[in-house]
T-cell receptor
Framework: GAVVSQHPSWVICKSGTSVKIECRSLDFQATTMFWYRQFPKQSLMLMATSNEGSKATYEQGVEKDKFLINHASLTLSTLTVTSAHPEDSSFYIC???????????FGPGTRLTVL | KQEVTQIPAALSVPEGENLVLNCSFTDSAIYNLQWFRQDPGKGLTSLLLIQSSQREQTSGRLNASLDKSSGRSTLYIAASQPGDSATYLCAVKRDTGTASKLTFGTGTRLQVTL
């Protein structure tokens, strides 16, 4: 149980385009999901907290207009990187909070490369 | 602001050795601490979770301890194997809320050689 999936697992796009990444909790409902970014050989940095049915809460320094988060259902949150640039290339990982255990379960990550 | 540091940043040991990974955090007001494993290009796998009221947790060859007052945790790996090679991350959670954030450490890259 408590499986989180991400799609796609990797994506390559041209500079200036937008890319959408999906995060799904497969066997539980998650009112809260989290989006992290991880640069090579670095740790996970929290970008934003995604709340079902309300606006996401962004960490300081994260542009909310560039990283659009939608959490329209209890099993799906999406992160859209708008007008992507090469510096947005990174590994994006989501997690979903499993309520009864109050634990975060992590997705497998999405590797984004912007050319 | 909570800061989590892990030492060493990288470690290479021969197979069979016992080893200790260290994690320190600046704010002792935590709800729990978790150790994760991350293989290259992959997501995170939870290894052990220690609640703030606990001193240690064990799972197989892994033992994690927590000294909240001093802001330290250690992950002990017994009889290391090449399959243990990965990056190990510790993370602390501030409180019980479902929106409570995890603050991750800087990670330790472990390589176990034959």
């Amino acid at each position: 149980g408590a499986v989180v999936s991400q799609h796609p697992s990797w994506v390559i796009c041209k500079s200036g385009t937008s890319v959408k990444i999906e995060c799904r909790s497969l066997d539980f409902q998650a009112t809260t999901m989290f989006w992290y970014r991880q640069f090579p050989k670095q740790s996970l940095m929290l970008m934003a907290t995604s709340n079902e049915g309300s606006k996401a809460t962004y960490e300081q320094g994260v542009e909310k207009d560039k990283f659009l988060i939608n959490h329209a259902s209890l099993t799906l949150s999406t992160l859209t990187v708008t007008s992507a640039h090469p510096e947005d290339s990174s590994f994006y990982i989501c997690s979903a909070n499993q309520g009864t255990a109050n634990l975060q379960f992590f997705g497998p990550g999405t590797r984004l490369t912007v050319l | 602001k909570q800061e989590v540091t892990q030492i060493p940043a990288a470690l290479s040991v021969p197979e069979g050795e016992n080893l200790v990974l260290n994690c320190s955090f600046t704010d002792s007001a935590i709800y729990n601490l978790q150790w994760f494993r991350q293989d290259p290009g992959k997501g995170l796998t939870s290894l052990l979770l220690i609640q703030s009221s606990q001193r240690e947790q064990t799972s197989g060859r892994l033992n994690a301890s927590l000294d909240k007052s001093s802001g330290r945790s250690t992950l002990y790996i017994a009889a290391s194997q090449p399959g243990d090679s990965a990056t190990y991350l510790c993370a602390v959670k501030r409180d019980t809320g479902t929106a409570s954030k995890l603050t991750f450490g800087t990670g330790t890259r472990l390589q176990v050689t034959l």
